[in-house]
């Protein structure tokens, strides 16, 4: 292959020039964030940061048990203690509390438990609130937390999803431990295992994990009396909305939800929560403005999880590794209830476990059990990612197995970047790609076939330390998702997204985006697509989002869909605006609409030098003297946009790592990503979401596992325990991209959010069995700490001697 | 109740205090310098890095009756006159921050670090930021964006 | 999380903070730098009724060059120890080992008496405590004492310190020419505890060691002076590739590891014997200017 470039340059080449656009246009420029300036000098609005007049601290009493009935409940004792207002119990609440929205029942007959936002009668995991102390301040709500009795009943936990479904299992609900079975097939998997000259078959265990946003979720809700309005930490604040006013009964019209800045979601924040919901009826009920706070280590139990998956998965091939058919079976564990979307995630994955390959036959089912635990649900990929790490995984062993390089195998049967469009054996057609592209790229700059030299060169020395390289050529869909494909998986929204761009009387332009950032940077990459569009300084944009108020419509942020979603429909609704301003302009030129041609910020008379700016016609429609006949004086337009299709980013990761056989300790060495997200917007802010994609998946193999010990109890509750790795254990990530334009928008994006969590887990995970595998290794467990790496060791050479 | 002075970002403020308040909760409760955010209960996150003295700790673990006498500076003192310190520019310029919520805590640290290292290693980098975690860069441009301040202070301060 | 209430006391000398803390009741805690004490207050894992803060009691703070030993008041915040230029050219080790405790920040506020003072098996101190032998010295309003390290650290979270008694400095006997250190610390991240970590000192002569002093960190509900190897390595050839190696298989004798989230105890057992080797070696690599 090729010689290993000076890596390092690469990530520095980011385009001046907009890659879209005119030259010099904003799209595809490395432009530094607008967001950034609060955020560096401390002027942040985190809804903890909230002071109103009045204020009471609301603190939630949680269950240490993980399955238990509540016998007795007394309250009275807090009530006494000093600046306590009020103390509720479940039961002051089962009237009014609803239960907590499931919006993804993803077969008719899934099992969707009640779900009240406090324990009334029955808890079903350590951490479910019990009961709340709303106090003048937040210290003295955690003092009179304690002074609540509450005893309980045991019950039997239910941990272990295989033997939750055994006979005679404890139940979590009445109605059993299973929530749903949900199949998937196409084509004849019967056939394709037929006489199939090789099968690999596997299990791997995708371990629970805690999504760990930095800003630990907050509320504040407060009321006039007559409608409400609820500042929180969430990702999702129209969804929210439309979920809060059906659980509460609080009209929709009567509610205003405000995601002011909001630190990091990962999925995690894509939620319904009780305490969302217990903050809205305590305000409503004491009408006093509340605020909740959550503490790491309350986060840690009662934040939804992620993951938690067990995947058997079957692979026929012929023997020179075609593959033939996959065949996988899920166990998902739900944990005690079902949220926002806890079924659905799961199936997510079901469509990628076929990967970029092709194949004849492909065969899925899902069961969601359900366990005395935090319910899990959406984690940056979402399904996704547990699909990749199986199928790249399961690709490793069939290589193994036939006896060629890994890289080989997947040569042999990926989607050649001529096949596109290709439609695949889950029926989702790829529209663009070109995995030759990205992977030779990443060959290249990581140096692929030197460090199999050194590989090589360890294995004879028989040295200590090993060396093994990781491959993930991986695909994913995103841009989550068209409504119409949502509706047919019994999602209980649409897909949409919505923008509307106004232009002001001084040329000024805002634009309302239902898109919800967290992160992300659409402040910035919004107003470079409508500087270019409009032909306005990037300057001169402003992007409202977050206030249901300012923003009434959306869909919100999640599933990478932002961009190929909302900024697609930003690129519609100033088209919408160029068009009713072109009239005007034609009207002033006293030209023919059709002879009035738009670039860079300018209406021409073709052929004539008149012209006018964008600026002189925005003021021309405020001042509203001379316009078309029947014109609405105002220059702004909405749109709503609903993508046909998802969009499917793709690329190439690779990871070398170095496994001390003596301690078991692992080190990654180089890692290389060269991602394809079709074009880019922004290059810098792509590239950082490459970054942060890959150390969450790197932490998936190497460090995070939420540990339940045999009572149910969470034993990571605090960062002290759940590993999240630090600048000191990660290296610097090599990252480069080939760009393949999505046919699907007229941008040509794919979205990026979740790409290198999807990728970056198989890839360290296989470096890791590649380097062991001449021991007899052929899987570790994640995370692959030091002691599973020499435990499994031991136990294959326990075996072989 | 407990009688403390203390200046912070250069005002001096006198206050009575329960001896349990953390230092964060009378920053940003009781001064409503909310720029210093709370990432965790256990010392490991430092989101609520300050400078104490001129040397960094984590706010969330020292009480305010301890601090009684002293210098501290926090993120919104970290400007002069509107001007943004070296290690606040490159944190921009490199997009070593994207929810920034972990960015007052890195921003501190970062300063702290490059007083004892003024031209530090990448590994020394890392090393020094051990102690505050960021969910979302990887780390990869915070790193950058240190080593890039640490060129830019030495040469505006030579 | 938000600590329960307690009163707080802070005073300025030795003396008075004898006196109050006598009369400040059982549940009287010392507060130095609060880097292990306020998380657990936070979590409400501790409710001591009354804080004592000696972190303003001059005496208490500093290094010094005390001709035999170095002293190292108690609350001498762990910077401060790893800058000591004392520390540095006479007990390298401590200033080796105080380097990896927790962050820098922390670094800035914990204390190295607080630190020996929690009797944490899993701090990094404690094992250098022991390989180094030092001396605890302990004042209450009877007087002074002195707690050899062997002495000083009674099961998990429990010091010899009586009701009454506190910290005011350890002494780190200086060890003379010859010697090499090396702690080697073992954790999954870098924010993580020690899975388990080696302290070791090793004297050597022409390539032969002449005697060994090793602590371990983690391998029990105490550190634990890894007496069997200390026996084993005497006399043996420094270096990678001599004799070191079946001197550490010593490591595990007589330990008594945890089993938490990180490790079990047979990996623990098995880390000592490696780790132990690997420090050995390093120490023996790296011996201190003074030869």
């Given amino acids: 292959m090729t010689e290993q470039l000076e890596a390092g340059t690469v990530t520095q080449q980011v385009k001046e020039n907009g890659a879209l656009g005119a030259p010099g246009g904003e799209v595809g420029k490395a432009r530094r964030r607008k967001e950034d300036a609060r955020l560096v000098t401390g002027r942040t609005q985190w809804t903890d940061n909230i002071q109103l007049p009045g204020l009471l601290h609301v603190a939630f009493l949680r269950s240490p048990m993980a399955h238990a009935r509540i016998t007795r409940v007394d309250t009275s004792p807090a009530r ?8 509720f119990s479940g039961q002051d609440f089962a009237g009014e509390q609803g239960s907590l929205p499931c919006a993804w029942p993803v077969t008719p007959d899934t099992v969707i438990p009640d779900h009240p936002p406090m324990a009334v009668s029955e808890v079903r995991y350590v951490g479910e609130a019990v009961a709340c102390v709303i106090a003048t301040d937040r210290y003295k709500a955690a003092d009179a937390l304690e002074a609540i009795e509450i005893d309980y009943e045991p019950l039997e936990p239910v941990l272990d999803m295989n033997e939750a479904l055994a006979e005679g299992s404890p139940k979590v609900h009445e109605t059993g431990n299973e929530s749903f079975t949900w199949k998937f097939a196409g084509g004849d998997i019967e056939a394709a295992f037929r006489e199939a000259p090789v099968v690999i078959d596997r299990t791997y265990v995708q371990q629970r994990l805690i999504p760990s946003a930095m800003e630990p979720r907050a509320v504040v809700a407060q009321t006039d009396g007559d409608s409400f309005t609820l500042h929180t930490s969430t990702q999702i604040p129209h969804v929210l ?171 042999r049967n990926w989607i050649r970047h001529h096949e596109f469009p290709y439609t695949t054996i889950c029926g989702l057609t790829y529209d663009s790609g070109n995995y030759e592209a990205a992977t030779d790229r990443a060959l290249a700059l990581f140096g692929y076939d030197k460090l199999r030299a050194e590989q090589s060169d360890r294995r004879e020395r028989e040295d200590p330390v090993q060396l093994g390289i990781g491959i993930s050529t991986y695909t994913e869909m995103c841009g989550l998702a068209p409504s119409r494909v949502l509706g047919s998986l019994s999602y209980a929204a649409g897909g949409w997204e919505h923008a509307d761009v106004r232009v002001l009387p001084t040329g000024k332009v805002e634009v309302v985006t239902g898109t919800s950032p967290h992160g992300q940077g659409h402040e910035t990459a919004w107003s470079q697509i409508v500087a270019d569009s409009l032909g306005v300084p990037f300057e ?111 690329g190439t990761h690779l990871c070398a790592v170095e496994v001390d056989t003596e301690t078991g300790a692992t080190a990654i060495r180089s890692y290389v990503a060269v991602d394809d997200v079709g074009n880019v917007v922004n290059p810098l802010i792509v590239e950082g979401q490459v970054h ?63 790409a290198g969590t999807i990728a970056s887990t198989p890839a360290v995970v296989n470096a890791i069995v590649d380097a062991l595998r001449p021991h007899g290794v052929h899987d570790v467990r994640m995370p692959c700490t030091p002691e599973r790496v020499w435990r499994t060791l031991r136990s294959v050479e326990g075996e072989s001697a | ?82 001007v943004w310190h070296p290690v606040q520019k490159a944190f921009h310029e490199e997009h070593a921050l994207q929810c920034g919520y972990c960015t007052p805590g890195m921003v501190l640290a970062s300063i702290d670090l490059l007083k004892d290292d003024p031209d530090p290693s990448e590994e020394a980098v890392r090393q020094g930021l051990e102690g505050n975690l960021c969910r979302c860069t990887g780390y990869c441009n915070i790193v950058r964006a240190v080593r890039r301040a640490a060129q830019e202070m030495r040469v505006t301060t030579p | 999380m938000i600590p329960a209430s307690f009163d707080y006391f802070r005073p300025s000398t030795l003396d008075e903070a004898l006196e109050v803390f006598a009369g400040a009741g059982e549940e009287a805690k010392v507060l130095a730098g609060g880097q292990s004490l306020l998380p657990l207050l936070r979590l409400r894992l501790a409710y001591p009724t009354a804080m004592v803060d000696v972190g303003r009691v001059a005496e208490l703070r500093g290094v010094a060059d005390r001709g035999d030993h170095v002293h190292i008041g108690a609350t001498t915040t762990h910077d401060e120890v790893v800058r000591s230029p004392i520390v540095r050219e006479h007990c390298p080790l401590v200033a080796l080992a105080t380097a990896t405790v927790a962050d820098p920040a922390v670094r800035h506020r914990g204390t190295f008496g607080g630190s020996l003072a929690h009797a944490d098996p899993a701090g990094d101190l404690p094992a250098v405590a022991l390989a180094l032998d030092m001396v605890f010295v302990v004042r209450s309003s009877t007087g002074d004492r002195t707690i050899p390290a062997a002495d000083f650290f009674l099961d998990y979270l429990e010091s010899a310190l009586q009701p009454g008694e506190i910290l005011t400095g350890v002494r780190v006997p200086k060890l003379g020419p010859g010697w090499g250190f090396h702690y080697e610390k073992f954790h999954r991240t870098a924010q993580a505890w020690a899975t388990v970590g080696v302290a070791a000192a090793v004297r050597q002569t022409n390539g032969t060691v002449e005697e060994v002093r090793v602590g371990l960190t983690n391998m029990g509900p105490t550190p634990v ?27 595990a004798e007589g330990t008594d590891p945890p089993a938490d989230l990180h490790a079990q105890p047979d990996y623990r057992k098995h880390l000592a014997r490696v780790l132990t080797h690997r420090a050995l070696v390093s120490a023996s690599a790296h011996r201190s200017p003074q030869t």
């Fill in chain 3, 225 to 251: 002076r890894a007496a069997g190897v200390e026996a084993a390595a005497r006399g043996v050839e420094a270096g990678r590739n001599g004799s070191l190696r079946q001197a550490a298989e010593q490591a």
């Fill in chain 1, 692 to 754: 942060g994609g890959i150390a969450q998946g790197i932490a998936q193999a190497l460090f995070e596992e939420a540990v339940y010990d045999s009572d149910g109890n969470l034993l990571t509750t605090t960062m002290a325990d759940y590993l999240l790795p630090s600048a000191a254990d990660l290296p610097s990530f090599t990252t480069d991209r080939t760009e393949t334009p999505a046919t699907t928008n007229p941008l040509g994006v794919k979205g990026v959010g979740e």
């Fill in chain 1, 80 to 87: 006494t203690r000093p600046g306590v207002v009020a103390v």
């Fill in chain 1, 241 to 411: 909305r439309v979920m809060l006013a059906l659980t509460t009964g609080i009209p929709e019209h009567k509610l205003r939800v405000i995601a002011p800045d909001v630190g990091g979601g990962f999925g995690s924040k894509l939620q319904v929560t009780a305490e969302e919901v217990l903050c809205l009826l305590i305000t409503r009920r004491l009408g006093k403005p509340v605020k909740w706070t959550e503490a790491r280590s309350e986060g840690n139990l009662t934040v939804h999880h992620g993951r938690d998956q067990i995947q058997h998965i079957r692979v026929a091939a012929d023997a020179d590794g075609r593959v033939r058919g996959v065949q996988v079976k899920l166990l998902a564990d739900m944990g005690a209830y079902l949220m926002l979307v806890t079924p659905g995630v799961p199936i997510l994955g079901a469509f990628m476990y076929n990967g970029i390959y092709k194949m004849d036959a492909y065969d899925f089912t899902c069961t969601g059990v359900f366990t005395t635990k935090m319910p899990t649900d959406a984690y940056r990929g979402a399904g996704r990612p547990e699909a990749t790490f199986a199928i790249e995984r399961v690709m490793d062993e069939l290589a193994a197995e036939i006896g060629v390089d890994p890289m080989e195998i997947r040569r």
């Fill in chain 2, 1 to 82: 109740m407990a009688r403390i002075s203390v200046e912070v970002d250069g005002i001096a403020y006198e206050d009575e205090v329960e001896p349990r308040l953390l230092l964060v909760h009378y920053l940003r409760d009781r001064l409503g310098k909310t720029g210093t955010p709370i990432g965790c209960d256990t010392t490991n996150c430092g989101a609520c890095t300050v400078l104490l003295d001129g040397r960094s700790v984590k706010s969330c673990s020292v009480l305010a009756v301890q601090v009684d006498g002293c210098d501290i500076t926090t993120i919104e003192g970290v400007s002069s006159d509107g």
């Fill in chain 1, 540 to 650: 001169d944009v402003a992007v409202l989002h977050g206030d249901t108020a300012s923003s009434h419509k959306g869909m919100d942020t999640y599933g990478s869909r932002s961009l190929a979603v909302g900024g697609i429909a930003v690129v519609h609704a100033c088209d919408k605006v160029k068009e009713k301003a072109r009239q005007v302009a034609a009207h002033l030129m006293e030209a023919s609409p059709d002879d009035v041609e738009f670039s860079e910020g300018r209406f021409r008379v073709r052929g004539t030098g008149t012209s006018q700016t964008i600026q002189e016609i925005a003021l021309a429609t405020f001042a509203a003297h001379n316009l078309p006949d029947g014109f609405e004086p105002r220059l702004d337009a909405s749109a709503t946009f609903d993508p046909e299709s998802f969009s499917f980013p793709h």
